[in-house]
């Protein structure tokens, strides 16, 4: 999700002027980008140092806090959008902060490398996990500790119910609809908290 | 500087006139919006930075944070150290004359009237009125410091852009009064004590003040950086068998703390600074909700705070946090992995210096902030100032 036109995609489905909170928010430069083009305000939250600086460099608001302790500090609803960009494979508790984000925020936005795309299966099919360039890593060193795919969010979502608003893949700096656990590198999800 | 006009406490006293020592550094720039106020602690003053002509070991007590260059950059900002009321190194307290007719010139001694946060804010703010400061670009202070930048926010919300409070807390906690408690009676049942009028006697109760210091360094440090620096290391190479004797390196270092410390601070000023410490709960008036008290304020926040505190924990700052995100107030929380405890705040950490350094470069620009250079101390009266502090 590092890649500038990802971000431009993920953004255009913040409503303007809305109240964002950004878990894993990397360096802020979602945030600031939606600060400046959409007249967003809110927080981002990160646990790396580097991070936290770059953040207080750019001007964005960061609270730095460990993600797996979960939003305590965050009352239900106090955010229109709560983002979660590639940031739910690197947790332990996954499922759990899915539905704080869907508690905290009146809309949830997540994006997560897709396991299913066509080069992966490929790499599996000839016995070999993947490395790509969404997924970059050696199966030992990865921080992605969970692998899965955009057809397994929507189960994971109908389970926790979720209602998937809106979602679509990325491949290459473009929206994928047809198709996308097939086609798509990033899955993204838009979603609320059941009907 | 002297200030004619009486000062209402909150305990209902009045300071009928008062001394306020100060310094600054940099210069005020022509529009008077960079302007910072850095709140001392526990044992510090109002000499932050620089060090004065010839004296030798005389640097300010956060030094390495103020001055040209460094983080809070005097060559932007126009920075004010004061010394607070109540406590003994230029500003009146304790050891001042009392003016009542009644004490025939003596000090106050323990008759200086219990002074709190917001007293000190307050008295604070009136030295801004005399310099011409109508809105602060920003208060920034550490622990009991970090508690005086809160309370600006919370009582002259318009009067500064930014609060910095950094190893700070909401209030103190059972253990933390618990822990001033200790001191202070280790000062008051000094035999050299004589209810706070020592000075008439001719003495200072020394072993009292060595002992609530002694007591106060251990809970600035952590357990591992005390175990680092410390360990079990001996005097000598063998035990020598006495209970008296200094046995352990810990105890040495200790008591040269707790010595020092006796030396050039006040047993009055030590007793009211703590109490100062365990009164403030600005939450007390909103029924102890946090959230309510803080929609007062206006001003920007940066809170820091460090794993390894123990006495100010990370837990406490993140309730500050929580208030303010829950009144949608603009606020940067870091959480520094650093060693060194309490004393981590006025310790040189990249992680830390590095957010403080961005926090001031954002407020330079809102502050539209004059890159105005002359950046030389303009040393009021003081004496030691530096070391570790609550």
Redesign the interface.
Known sequence: MSDRKDIELVAELVPHGS?VLDLGCGDGELLALLARERGC?G?GIEIA?DN??A???R?V?????NLEEGLA???DK?FDVVLQLDTLQHLRNTEKMLRETARVGRIGIVSFPNFAHWPNRLHVAFGRMPVTRVLPYEWYDTPNIRVGTYADFEILARKDGLRILDAFGIQAGRVVRTLPNLLASVAVFKFQAGA | MHFAAPLALASGAVLRDYDLAYETYGTLDAARSNAVLVCHALNASHHVAGTYAGVQKSEGWWDNLVGPGKPLDTERFFVIGVNNPGSCFGSTGPTSPNPDPAAHGRAYGSDFPVVTVEDWVDAQARLMDALGIERLAAVIGGSLGGMQALAWSLRYPERLRLCVAVASAPNLSAQNIAFNEVARRAIVTDPDFHGGHYAEHGVVPKRGLTVARMIGHITYLSDDSMEAKFGRDLQRAAFGYSTQEIEFQIESYLRHQGDKFSEYFDANTYLLITRALDYFDPARAHGGDLTATFAAARCRFQIVSFTTDWRFAPQRSREIVKALVDNRRDVSYAEIDAPHGHDAFLLEDPRYHGVLRACFDRLAIEAGASASRSAHPHPARSLEGAGSSQ
């Open positions: 109240r305000s927080y140092d936290v600086l953040c207080h460099q001007g608001n960061v609270i730095q806090l500090l965050f009352d106090s």
